[in-house]
Nanobody, 124 residues
Framework: QVQLVESGGGLVQPGGSLRLSCVASGRAVSTYAMGWFRQAPGKEREFVAAILWSDGLTYYADSVRGRFTISRDIAKNAVYLLMDSLRPEDSAVYYC?????????????????WGRGTQVTVSS
């Protein structure tokens, strides 16, 4: 049983940066992809970014491309999300996810393991 634990959320001013971390424990991550999703109050959970474990290929939502960077550390079973130029609309609970499947990694149904989330608030 794999468990995911996120960290790094917090309060930041518009234009600032945060780095989220997600560590997978329980067994070595040999799955196909890990991703980040977010959910703001009253809104559906949405895709943010994903990375393929095998080759590091990355995917981004249009709303964050150029501002966010996803990366992985295979030795640590960890995935990171560096968020720059943060905007108030980036405020949400950010969830880490792990999974494999045949549907695109941008879909939440691709993932079978989820973390409990970390709050990101962008406000002055």
């Amino acid at each position: 049983q794999v468990q995911l634990v996120e960290s790094g959320g917090g309060l930041v001013q518009p234009g600032g940066s945060l780095r989220l971390s997600c560590v997978a424990s329980g067994r070595a991550v040999s799955t196909y992809a890990m991703g980040w999703f977010r959910q703001a109050p009253g809104k559906e959970r949405e895709f943010v970014a994903a990375i393929l474990w095998s080759d590091g290929l990355t995917y981004y939502a249009d709303s964050v491309r150029g501002r966010f960077t996803i990366s992985r550390d295979i030795a640590k079973n960890a995935v990171y999300l560096l968020m720059d130029s943060l905007r108030p609309e980036d405020s949400a609970v950010y969830y880490c996810a792990l999974g494999s499947g045949v549907i695109p990694v941008t879909y939440s149904e691709y993932y079978n393991t989820w973390g409990r989330g970390t709050q990101v608030t962008v406000s002055s």
